[in-house]
């Protein structure tokens, strides 16, 4: 059986412009690190998302890190987060010392809701991580009235959904915290590593340059000459009086040229993938075995393009498929606390039935960008072929 | 004053067969992160060094946060590492729990020695990290004999000496880690951030890719089918019996094509850079207040061209190269034991008085590979012209 269609590891290729500025700055950029290419890259990812406090950093799983760090989690703190994600969104909080509380989603958008989140509270609970996952925004607003009633911190990974909005606002900029990813599979990528944190509190954005970068800072005098006492300081920084320790999370200057320009592609490539989607999902919607969350609006960039089977034939769709198509769909985001990590640090419970439903019925289509419309035309012709030969 | 020589953040320039391996990765890798230009580069990197398990990281200090979670440092255990060293080279060893021992440096060569470093050993030292600082070899098999002796795990950090050797064998794999870096201001740089970990162990070897890559790993059993039960495992390694936290630290597929071509050409510009300081040295011989470390052979990778004056004129003689000449000279690695962070941490007290000296008359020249012929003639003319006026 000859392949066709992969499910592509890489979500966008890069045009003339995009490897022209990689050009440029792999040429003039002094420094290539830390230099003033991250400066614009953070200030237009601000300008596009509307926040106050970008930082780029090296991926997404370094900004989850940083905002679990930033959360100063003590002995027996609680942090809710769908057990339906992927891995980084949670063991940087288990690596802090949180307690994870599982939370479901609702099986018709396979993201978690203010109600999933609010039956899981407790007087312990400090903290909880909202996935946009598919690159579906949740319900913020009413998420974000819970965790105000409740004087709870709120991460929002929004790594799957760099532009898509709710009530005219972007997802990442509810949270205390908002999380970007530019993963080679992300609709935007920096070269196949990358992240962004977006905070709202002045005093996490003032030590964050630190944490990020060794913790190398100022002097707080100011010194004779540029070389006396050394050329720059190396402190801790303090928060709410306790130390934190440093990392170094720090994102190239090429990736971040790399990202300006992809900033100013990235609603294009949003609108193309949703058009696709939304074309795919009504082209399939007799077939009710089959459901999608079908949104025609900003709110979903169809970062992946799932669907779960109500009929038990996912197994069998996903096989033929495979074999007599030649398509290879996939299968993401088992229930972390199925995995052995999870399971090992005592994390393995969880009261989360429509996840476990959803993963075990569901089915991600390759729906990268670069898919040739003749490709796309023929996985939606044998899907209707698969799902045709299922009834019979 | 006009800047005529700026001490450089980018240590090289890239050349066209460079930029157009990062063009062609750009276009055709899939995916961009954990592929088949990682496995490309950690085999050339594997045949360059001579070491058998090398491991592509998104910079040094990562391999360094690596290192020290596999000494697996328990609550009292010790860990020597030279004052004189750039802070990624400490921090990670007191985040991982272990006590700090700074060790002192031979005033000569700026680099620790076997006897400066026995001189700390105490029953509770579990390791020591050996920094082949400025690109010069430490003298390791000295060091390795002790270290058999006393049992102690060896941290090589050969973040500025890739390609140096002692004896025909390359810095960084006399130890049980070896760290190199591909920051924008080492020999090569892989688009500014970037590293590598050799280890030696096999158990070692057999963690890293899930340590460096969220825990992902294959299943213990064959599966029937690639999608069940899930595309891939998340697992929390064990070493010893005790479970390590994973993280992410992959680099790029770009960074890994550029890498490849990079160690190409890492000897020529190792040779290039000694040369040029062989011949600064030379000339200024006559000039004793100011004392280089002169080394004609591969022990040296003079990754940094620095200097130590003897008749305490160092602030005067940078002030006029950067007033008068319009050079800048920096001061570099500030004794760790004397900034806030290890004061805060507990590591303000250290017996390094070569390393005090040292920093308190030491000078770092601009020393970029880029530098033109011009310039280079311009610094050394200059450089003797500002010691002639300080002799007045």
Redesign the interface.
């Known amino acids: 059986m000859e392949l066709k269609i992969n499910f ?3 979500a966008h ?2 045009n003339q412009a995009e ?1 022209d500025a ?2 440029k700055a ?2 003039n ?5 830390q ?1 003033r290419y991250l400066k614009e890259f953070e200030a237009a990812f601000s300008n596009y998302i509307k926040a106050q406090y970008s930082f780029a950093l ?5 900004a989850l ?1 940083l905002a679990a760090e930033l959360c100063q989690f003590k002995t027996g703190d609680e942090v809710i987060i769908p057990s339906h994600t992927f ?2 969104s949670a ?1 940087p909080f ?2 802090k010392g949180a307690r994870i509380v599982w939370a479901d989603i609702d099986l018709e958008i396979g993201v978690v809701t203010a109600q999933t989140i609010k039956e899981n509270i407790t007087p312990r609970t400090k903290a909880i991580v909202v996935v946009h996952l598919y690159g579906y925004t949740v319900d913020m607003p009413e998420i974000m009235k819970i965790a105000k009633e409740h004087n709870l911190l709120v991460i929002e990974d929004a790594a799957q959904s760099l532009g898509s909005e709710i009530n005219g606002r972007k997802s990442g900029t509810f949270g205390d915290f908002g999380i970007f990813s530019f ?3 992300k609709n935007i ?1 920096t ?3 990358g992240g962004m944190l977006i905070v709202k509190n002045k005093k996490h954005a003032q030590i964050i340059p630190m944490l990020r970068h ?3 800072c100022d002097f707080s005098f100011k010194k004779e ?7 720059g ?4 920084p303090e928060l709410n009086g306790e ?1 934190l ?4 999370y ?6 971040c040229a790399l990202g300006v320009k992809l900033l100013k592609r990235i609603d294009r490539i949003n609108e193309e993938k949703r058009e696709r989607a939304v074309y795919f999902i009504d082209e399939l919607k007799k077939y009710t075995e089959l459901k999608f969350s079908r949104i025609d609006n900003k709110r979903h960039t169809y970062h992946l393009l799932v669907a779960r089977f109500k009929n038990g034939t996912r ?1 069998e769709f ?2 033929q498929m ?1 074999y007599e198509k030649g398509i290879k ?4 985001y ?1 229930p ?1 606390n ?5 399971q ?2 005592g994390f393995g419970e969880a009261n989360c039935h429509n996840a476990d439903e959803f993963f075990d019925n569901m089915v991600s289509f390759p729906f990268h960008h670069w898919m040739s419309e003749g490709d796309f035309k023929y996985m939606l012709s044998s899907t209707k072929d698969v799902l045709e030969a299922l009834r019979r």
């Open positions: 592509s590891g890489r290729k890069y490897i990689v050009i792999m040429q950029a002094d420094p290539l690190t230099g090296c991926n997404a799983t370094a890190e891995t980084s063991y288990m690596k993963q080679s599979h990528t070269l196949g590593e060794n913790g190398h000459e540029y070389w006396l006492p050394a050329m300081n190396v402190d801790l130390i320790w440093p990392n170094n720090c994102l190239g200057e090429i990736e197994n996903i096989r495979f769909c996939i299968v993401q088992c972390l199925r995995y052995p990590a999870y090992k640090a």
